[in-house]
């Protein structure tokens, strides 16, 4: 599986971005999807992960009611819309992919795919 992360950049602390990966190489509907991040000096961090039908998106608290997982099957398509960006979220984002039927993508230790990062910088 080949998943291509796009979307980042530098914006400002209120500012908006959608991250988007596009994944290859295997059927894309039976593959759960998440982002993670990681910051300078800190280790990889889940961010949200959304399941093969694309019901019960998961968040990690930091960014519950700011971040919105969503998934497009026909277009091979995972998303990341960021809102209310903080300066807090900046971090390389990296998509990831995790087959079969369990739900174990929340750790980055179950993730059986990655991508290659996209770097987020949100400014003060």
């Known amino acids: 599986v080949q998943l291509q992360a796009s979307g980042g950049g530098l914006v400002q602390t209120g500012d908006s971005l959608r991250l988007s990966c596009a994944a290859s190489?295997?059927?894309?509907?039976?593959?759960?999807m998440g982002w993670f991040r990681q910051a300078p000096g800190k280790e990889r961090e889940f961010v949200a992960a959304?399941?093969?039908?694309?019901?019960?998106?998961s968040y990690a608290d930091s960014v519950k009611g700011r971040f919105t997982i969503s998934r497009d099957n026909a277009k091979n398509t995972v998303y990341l819309q960021m809102n209310s960006l903080k300066p807090e979220d900046t971090a390389v984002y990296y998509c990831?992919?995790?087959?079969?039927?369990?739900?174990?993508?929340?750790?980055?230790?179950?993730?059986?795919?990655w991508g290659q990062g996209t770097q987020v910088t949100v400014s003060s």
């Open positions: 190489g295997h059927t894309f509907s039976f593959l759960n």
């Open positions: 959304i399941r093969t039908s694309g019901g019960s998106p």
């Open positions: 990831a992919a995790e087959g079969g039927a369990a739900w174990g993508i929340l750790l980055s230790r179950n993730v059986d795919y």
